[in-house]
Nanobody, 126 residues
């Protein structure tokens, strides 16, 4: 059974860095594109970043481009999101998601992703 487990969330001050990690099991990890999404209370789930199965292609939302970096370790079956220069607007529950793919095409709509983690809370104070 596929499982995605996020970790690394917490309460931090604006301007600092935080690393989220997602550990995957029960799937051929390198055959899946991986994505990070976030959702604040009362708002739609929002795309953050995605990386192809090989790690060779990345895709970022404009709101995080230049601040966040997504990377994966196919040996450990993990995908991380390094968040720098955090802002209060980044406060949300962050979700890891997996999309089976044979190509390097990445999608930003959550409907394209088949598996989801439980989420980890990130709170950024002013």
């Amino acid at each position: 059974q596929v499982q995605l487990v996020e970790s690394g969330g917490g309460l931090v001050q604006a301007g600092v860095s935080l690393r989220l990690s997602c550990a995957a099991s029960g799937l051929p990890f390198s055959s899946y594109a991986m994505g990070w999404f976030r959702q604040a209370p009362g708002k739609e789930r929002e795309f953050v970043a995605a990386v192809s199965g090989s790690g060779g292609v990345t895709y970022y939302a404009d709101s995080v481009k230049g601040r966040f970096t997504i990377y994966r370790d196919n040996t450990e079956s993990t995908v991380d999101l390094e968040m720098n220069m955090l802002k209060p607007e980044d406060t949300a529950v962050y979700y890891c998601a997996a999309q089976p793919s044979r190509t390097a095409i990445l999608y930003s709509d959550y409907g394209r992703y088949d598996y989801w983690g439980q989420g980890t809370q990130v709170t950024v104070s002013s």
